[in-house]
Each structure stands twice: as structure tokens, then as C-alpha cells.
């Protein structure tokens, strides 16, 4: 038997994915994403050692 995709059993997934494609848009459009991989690179070189 084929199962259909019903919205109403995984509405707390769409829901949760709306939200988080929403606030990864967000973080984009206000700038966040390079002040976080900054961060991520300064981290990484101080782990290893180079920085």
C-alpha cells in the first residue's frame, strides 16, 4: 500500500521547519552569518594552534 504525505500527522515538523527557515533567513538578511564565521574561524585557529 502506498502511504499519502498527510500535513496533519507532521504539522509540529512543518511548523518547526517554517520557524527555522525563518530565523536562518533572518539571521541572513540581518547580517549574522559572517560575525558567526568569524568567530567559527577564530575558534578553529586557536584550537589547532595557528592563531
Known sequence: ???????K???PAVILIVI???LI???ISS???TSV????RKI??????IG
Open 20 to 22: 527555522g527557515i525563518a
Open 1 to 7: 500500500m502506498k502511504k499519502h504525505f498527510h500535513i
Open 37 to 40: 564565521l568569524n568567530k567559527a
Open 25 to 27: 533567513v533572518f539571521g
Open 44 to 49: 578553529c585557529m586557536e584550537c589547532i594552534g
Open 9 to 11: 500527522n507532521n504539522l
Open 31 to 33: 547580517g549574522q552569518a
